[in-house]
């Protein structure tokens, strides 16, 4: 385990990897079902709570820890349906 502080001394708990590019939840569930070759129906309802599009923030990992993401989207999905296909 790595303690990690900001320079005010202020301990840092959560740090966010990913990636920062923003993706709406529709958008993510047809490239899966695209690549899985899935014949699923996707079902839309009102969206409540949170409006508009949150964009992630990796800035600590890539500040405090020299991380930077390496993956593209569509590349760790498919690493990924991979993954589950053979469990």
Same mark, same amino acid.
Request: with cysteine; hydrophobic share 35%.
């Given at each position: 385990?790595?303690?990690?502080?900001?320079?005010?001394?202020?301990? =840092?708990?959560?740090?966010?990897?990913? @990636?920062?590019?923003?993706?709406?939840?529709?958008?993510?569930?047809?490239?899966? +079902? +695209?690549?899985? +070759?899935?014949?699923?129906?996707?079902?839309?309802? +009102?969206?409540?709570?949170?409006?508009?599009?949150?964009?992630?923030?990796? @800035?600590?990992?890539?500040?405090?820890?020299?991380?930077?993401?390496?993956?593209?989207?569509?590349?760790?999905?498919?690493?990924? =349906?991979?993954?589950?296909?053979?469990?």
């Amino acid at each position: 385990y790595k303690f990690i502080f900001k320079p005010t001394g202020k301990f =840092i708990q959560d740090i966010v990897f990913g @990636n920062d590019k923003q993706i709406r939840v529709c958008n993510l569930a047809k490239l899966i +079902k +695209k690549l899985t +070759k899935s014949k699923s129906i996707i079902n839309y309802s +009102k969206a409540i709570g949170i409006m508009g599009l949150p964009k992630p923030d990796i @800035n600590e990992a890539k500040e405090y820890l020299d991380w930077q993401p390496t993956t593209k989207l569509e590349d760790g999905l498919k690493i990924m =349906i991979r993954d589950f296909k053979r469990r």
